[in-house]
């Protein structure tokens, strides 16, 4: 089931937020785990399953660990979280990955080994990373173990956040599943939340999804068409992640919940460190307290420092896909990152300028890369983005495509930096502002939401990039 769905909008969240505000505290979180489990089993109920096994094993190790900790057992606690640890990558590995490896030990050995050809269960990504903290937190003594199995749950398969993020820590909303307060006015910045998320999603990303499609479909390029297709697959992948990434949160509010913030305008980096501190940063701090501060984070020899950087680079790509395309999109940012600490960060701070344009460079090429079937493509995409593919500057479908995309390029290009949001802060301080605002702002949502329903009825491109990673 899909946020920007009829089924979703007008069916099951309204049914969810009018049972879950009836039914007694006490009950409001089991509401939440039956919603969520029907959620996530909407379209493959086989994979209820995988994700009970992965919650009930999560529980009990966790429960263990917090046992052997509180008993100074230090080994039977390592255990524990190594048997917690094992059996969640496991389950993420086996599906995610066990074709990945199958395939290319058949090409170095020349074996043949059947493919599993298994689909991958939604979410499963997302909601591994979040018992694997979970149980790390409790082995480090930064969280208590849940007792309640239904409020474990529950966080586990916490319908707003479970399909793509962002990575919700237990630590940060343990004591929310247990007391947390509900407001009219949380709830309404929720939903406000929730709709521009809605309509950055389907009013922005979906048109700018087409035109990438476009591009894939067509047969005669020019560079002109590659910067066009790159530019608006840098465009459409930002406003579909962040605009999920809104409605998560604004969704979590109507239930009480704050969730992390995911997107901080990244495409006013000045450079790659910076942009990675903007994209997708409960994924980021992720990495860097679970994987990068443990091997020692640079608090170790410069040699052993750029190692780490690497180790989670490549990580972090992989955790995105089985394809060497999605390890070399990460270890193209770990080289950069690690030129940056060697040389350019002195001089990208010095030319604000430079950096801006070097790090919007470099996003473009690593989406290239992130967005290619493989690196043979890539490559030939690059090559021919800087005119060494012996393709035309421009041609007929091109400079059609650019007269019709134009405003709404323009415009993405525009809503992706903080200006928007600085015009609307300035109007909320002058007092004729903020009255225009206060009594525009219900009409423009209810306008929003008929046109995302327009849009969507209609059946246009509606498809979300990160169900897959």
Not at 49 to 54: G, L
Not at 100 to 111: H, L, P, Q
Not at 410 to 437: D, E, M, Q, W, Y
Request: proline letters at 3%; a positive charge; hydrophobic letters at 50%.
């Amino acid at each position: 089931m899909l946020f920007s769905s009829i089924t979703f909008l007008y069916f099951f969240l309204p049914a969810v937020i009018l049972l879950y505000y009836i039914v007694p505290k006490a009950f409001k979180n089991t509401v939440l785990l039956c919603a969520s489990l029907l959620f996530y089993g909407w379209g493959e109920p086989r994979y209820l399953v995988i994700m009970a096994a992965a919650i009930l094993q999560g529980y009990v190790f966790g429960l263990l660990i917090a046992r052997f900790q509180k008993n100074q057992k230090r080994t039977a606690a390592k255990l524990c979280l190594s048997a917690t640890s094992i059996l969640s990558l496991g389950i993420l590995g086996y599906f995610k990955y066990a074709g990945f490896f199958i395939e290319n030990w058949n090409a170095v050995t020349g074996m043949s080994i059947p493919l599993l050809r298994i689909a991958l269960p939604i979410g499963v990504s997302f909601y591994t990373f979040q018992i694997l903290s979970y149980a790390i937190d409790i082995y480090r003594g930064q969280a208590a173990a849940q007792k309640n199995p239904i409020n474990f749950a529950a966080y586990i398969a916490l319908f707003p956040q479970l399909i793509a993020g962002p990575i919700v820590r237990y630590s940060d909303i343990a004591e929310q599943l247990g007391t947390r307060k509900h407001s009219v006015a949380t709830a309404s910045e929720g939903t406000r939340r929730f709709i521009l998320g809605l309509s950055k999603k389907v009013l922005i990303a979906n048109l700018l999804g087409e035109l990438v499609n476009t591009y894939k479909e067509a047969s005669d390029h020019s560079v002109l068409f590659i910067w066009l297709y790159m530019i608006a697959y840098s465009l459409h992948i930002y406003f579909d992640f962040s605009g999920y990434s809104d409605m998560a949160i604004g969704l979590g509010k109507i239930f009480g919940f704050r969730f992390c913030e995911n997107f901080n305008y990244p495409y006013i980096s000045s450079s790659a460190t910076e942009f990675w501190r903007r994209w997708h940063m409960s994924l980021g701090t992720w990495f860097r307290d679970y994987v990068y501060i443990p091997l020692g984070g640079n608090r170790v020899p410069k040699w052993r420092w750029f190692l780490n950087i690497f180790i989670v680079w490549m990580t972090t790509g992989f955790w995105h896909g089985a394809s060497w395309n999605f390890m070399i999109w990460g270890l193209f940012f770990g080289v950069l990152l690690c030129l940056e600490k060697l040389v350019l960060l002195r001089y990208l701070e010095r030319w604000k300028w430079l950096g801006h344009i070097y790090t919007a460079i470099a996003v473009i090429i690593s989406f290239v890369i992130f967005d290619s079937a493989n690196m043979t493509v890539a490559f030939h995409v690059i090559r021919d983005m800087f005119g060494f593919g012996g393709l035309p500057l421009i041609n007929t479908e091109s400079l059609y495509l650019l007269r019709s995309y134009a405003v709404l390029l323009c415009f993405s290009a525009i809503a992706a930096t903080p200006l928007l949001k600085h015009l609307a802060v300035k109007l909320t301080k002058h007092p004729v502002g903020n009255s225009v605002l206060r009594i525009a702002e219900a009409p423009v949502l209810a306008v929003l939401l008929v046109t995302v329903t327009a849009f969507l009825v209609d059946g246009s491109f509606n498809p979300f990039l990160y169900f897959r990673f």
